[in-house]
């Protein structure tokens, strides 16, 4: 944590990315500490491989973020990275070192690859926000309001509104800080969770048409193809944001729950989900991506169909 404090204290300039196709940890983290520089006197730059879902418009920071395009050949002290597990996942149209000449990488994943000049991973965090939170104190910069609301949906989200495994007692105690800084809860999950579009529902629904289960239970998976998009006039962030693949993982009896979504004629994502018998981070490992033990995903190169047989083969009985 020393070295991570030392280089953004030394860097007069940084450039923050986002994983590709962000989530609320990944966002908040990433503007909490944004925020923090700032009051520091430094210059932030922001940038997004994947357009920001509109329900993170409350996050301050939300209109801030710009693709790689626009990063063009500028030059930064620091390029620095919360909650982005592999060095692809910026979707960077160059090396990160083409940017800057150190990169800081602090993530809570256990299968981040240590990409960085500079790493701090914590897979005891149930979110990088909490880690954010502790940066965020050591650089001396209080947390305002602005601030806590940053770190509050990147919390609220990666724990699942505190309902998932990973959360801990720490959890609980930000979350309470968070508050005292003027938050209002219910005020928040209501601007995350309570303004889906019409097409996502319908995405929704053509997701559950597709749930299938296996007769032991030990898997279920739901298939979204390119044409289910197109029907329901949903984009991939709808998936992430309606947590659809936790519908899969809902069902009693069933351990592993699993989403494929069709990306491109010849990609498909691939989330996973566990209730805790099974490490889904070691399966995701197996063909070439990560996570957590209980929430994992990879990118697969292939058809819907061999994905699908794919899975079943990788989630054995």
Known sequence: ?????????????????????????SIGSTAAIALALRRLGKEVMLVTPDPVPGVYDLVPTYPEYIPWSAVKDRRFDLVAL??????????????????APRVLDVDHHATNTRFGDVCFIDPQAAASAEIAA???????????????????????????????????????RLAARLLDAGLEPGEISQQLYERQAVSGLRLLGAALQSLRVREDLSLAYIVLSSEDFERSGAVAADAETLGIVDYARRIEGIEVGALLRQEGPHEVKLSLRSKGAVDVSHLAA?????????????????????????LLALVRP
Do not use: N, W
């Open 286 to 310: 197996r063909i070439g991506g990560g996570g957590h033990a209980r929430a994992a995903g990879a990118t697969f190169e292939g058809s819907l169909e061999e994905a699908e047989a794919m």
């Open 134 to 172: 502790r940066v965020i104190e050591q650089l001396g910069v209080t947390i305002d309001r602005e601030i806590a609301l940053a770190l509050y949906v990147g919390l609220e989200t990666d724990t699942g509104g505190f309902r998932y495994a990973a959360t801990t007692p720490d959890s609980h």
């Open 82 to 99: 919360f909650d982005c597990a592999d060095e692809r996942r910026t979707g960077a149209p160059q090396d990160l070192k083409r940017y």
């Open 1 to 25: 944590m020393k070295d991570v404090i030392a280089a953004l204290r030394a860097a007069k300039t940084v450039l923050m990315c986002l994983h590709r196709q962000p989530d609320g940890d």
